[in-house]
């Protein structure tokens, strides 16, 4: 009974082994082959030793051999005086004393076990998986390398990772990380739906960066995402932003304008001026270019006019995008003269009224249909809702550099139309933490990473 128990034991083993090797992919179907292939030949090679070290006998010297051919198997099948015949007493002669004519014999083997070690050590699972082509000819993309994961990639424990990147595999009990100080720090991750997008990659790299203390910004289509790390992150003393597009009363405010207007209060100019306009770009190109550029760019002038002219002249309670459109739906009509006069009392140098020049170089019915396209874009602020939620900033987007933070920006199916919002947050976010970093010697004291859920379907944020 101990020796049928041992012998189930050995054979759950060499199972385990087996299942672990596969796994590991240390043992694959052609390295299985080529080992089998190796193998044999060390077989051939104890049996064939004989016969190769007496080979130089039958043609050294040439003109007259010692031995022929029959007379060496004739003395290898000869009775060897301890028993046995002298082909085995040889060979076992040979590998014990291992004279020079024996290493003599194994160039042979060597020889042909060389391109099986080669196969065994390059072959792949399946076999005959194709290799990448040397030449770029058809594309250069292939799988990354065992050396090349270890250069690109960092490996950590799942339970307590201690660095920080994005998470693009695992591996038992460790998680493959990105480096962001190695290469290109972006990942672009594509997957149908369902694919496991946001439950593989992007949920266990906010559960990463959360164990690491770092920021994050997220846009999350379907709200899973604050559903199931709000609460978490929170615990992890995280200040937690929600910008949910679909129903604004139930998360935080953000004013684009804001920022126009701090600039300008704190007398940067410059700076006041090319927010507004970024706001203007971002909104007059939400749906792409168009035939004809002349649209959009005299859009994003008009845009980028009334901003300025909202955060400068404006009563401070005032200064938000819904004056912005407010001001243009109530001086745009009748041709725009009412809104050419309002522009034209600023002064000369006024960067309201230099923004205004585009459309007020137009004709009548030109200016009309500018003033009509610069409505639809925006009309979002017409919106009680996005009203509210752009009349006021509760939070500072830079203090995600400085503090940990998580912003999530939830802008559903059902809220396509307000996605410009969105690509607004997520510019002036990058334009504030840019400035910080500037001004912390090139990095920011926190790092903030922007993980951008169907960022393909969201305007433009640049």
């Given at each position: ?51 190769l070290f007496l080979l130089p006998k039958t043609v ?50 060597l020889l042909a076990a060389f391109p099986l070690v ?345």
């Open positions: 009974m101990p020796l049928v128990l041992l012998f189930f034991l050995s054979l759950v083993a060499y199972w385990l082994l087996l299942r672990w090797l596969t796994r590991r992919r240390v043992l694959t179907l052609p390295r299985a082959l080529a080992t089998a292939a190796i193998l044999a030949l060390a077989l051939l090679d104890f049996f064939l030793t004989a016969p050294w010297p040439p003109l007259a051999p010692a031995m022929t051919w029959p007379e060496v198997v004739a003395y290898l099948a000869s009775p060897a005086p301890g028993g046995g015949n002298q082909w085995w007493q040889l060979t076992l002669d040979l590998f014990r004393t291992r004279p020079p004519g024996f290493w003599l014999a194994q160039v042979p083997f080669r196969w065994a050590w390059r072959a792949g699972w399946p076999a005959g998986e194709p290799r990448a082509a040397r030449t770029a000819t058809h594309g250069s993309s292939r799988w990354r390398g065992r050396a090349e994961l270890k250069t690109t990639l960092r490996a950590v424990n799942c339970g307590r990772p201690q660095e920080s990147g994005v998470v693009v595999g695992g591996a038992g009990n460790r998680a493959w990380l990105t480096r962001p100080e190695v290469g290109n720090p972006h990942v672009l991750l594509i997957g149908a739906t369902r694919s496991g997008k946001s439950r593989r990659v992007i949920l266990p790299t906010v559960w990463v960066l959360g164990r690491a203390g770092e920021s994050m910004i997220l846009t999350d289509p379907k709200g899973e995402l604050y559903a199931h790390a709000a609460g978490w992150l929170q615990s992890q003393g995280y200040q937690v932003v929600l910008l949910d597009l679909l129903a604004p009363g139930r998360g935080n405010r953000w004013n684009p304008l804001a920022a126009v207007a701090q600039a300008w209060t704190a007398g940067e100019g410059e700076e006041a001026a090319r927010l507004a306009w970024e706001i203007g770009h971002i909104l007059a190109y939400s749906e792409g270019p168009g035939t004809d550029p002349i649209w959009p760019q005299a859009e994003e002038s008009l845009i980028a006019a009334l901003c300025l002219a909202v955060a400068v002249e404006a009563p401070p309670e005032a200064r938000h995008m819904a004056t912005a459109f407010r001001l243009l739906t109530e001086l745009g009509h009748g041709g725009g003269e009412a809104l050419d006069a309002w522009f034209a009392g600023l002064p000369p140098d006024h960067p309201a009224r230099l923004a205004y020049g585009t459309a007020a170089l137009s004709e009548s019915r030109t200016r009309s249909s500018i003033y009509t396209g610069t409505a639809a874009h925006l009309r979002l602020w017409g919106d009680p809702g996005v009203a509210w939620l752009g009349a006021a900033s509760d939070h500072d987007p830079a203090a995600a550099g400085l503090k940990p933070t998580a912003v999530f920006l939830l802008m559903p199916d059902e809220a396509g139309a307000r996605r410009p919002i969105a690509s607004l947050y997520v510019n002036q976010a990058y334009g504030a933490l840019a400035r910080v970093a500037r001004a912390n010697g090139g990095k920011l004291p926190v790092p903030v990473w922007f993980l951008l859920d169907e960022f393909g379907v969201r305007p433009q944020a640049c």
